[in-house]
């Protein structure tokens, strides 16, 4: 089992940058594929970028393509989402998750969640 705990949200400006962390707690982190999803008021939940277990291969949604990055440091137990050229669209609850497997998009496909961390982009 797993327990995360997602950080670095805030409010930033059209154009800007935040960098998001998901620090894990428990056993085997680099065992876990870990992805990121958002949450936008009155939207379902939506995926938005995995990396496996090494952090060799990430992939992300079409929307976010070219503007936000995924990595993560196994000896740190924390995966990240850098997120730049932020667009009010950007606007959601981001979630961090963890899985098993490496070409996981769904909600279901995850089986541990973080509390989400809250990011807002003014125009």
């Known amino acids: 089992q797993v327990q995360l705990v997602e950080s670095g949200g805030g409010l930033v400006q059209a154009g800007g940058s935040l960098r998001l962390s998901c620090a894990a707690s428990g056993r085997a982190f680099s065992s876990y594929v870990m992805g990121w999803f958002r949450q936008a008021p009155g939207k379902e939940r939506e995926f938005v970028a995995r990396?496996?277990?090494?952090?060799?291969?990430?992939y992300y949604a079409d929307s976010v393509k070219g503007r936000f990055t995924i990595s993560r440091d196994n000896a740190k137990n924390t995966v990240y989402l850098q997120m730049n050229s932020l667009k009010p669209e950007d606007t959601a609850v981001y979630y961090c998750?963890?899985?098993?497997?490496?070409?996981?998009?769904?909600?279901?496909?995850?089986?541990?969640w973080g509390q989400g961390t809250q990011v807002t982009v003014s125009s």
């Open positions: 998750a963890a899985g098993f497997d490496p070409t996981a998009q769904a909600i279901n496909e995850y089986a541990y």
């Open positions: 990396i496996n277990w090494s952090g060799g291969r990430t």
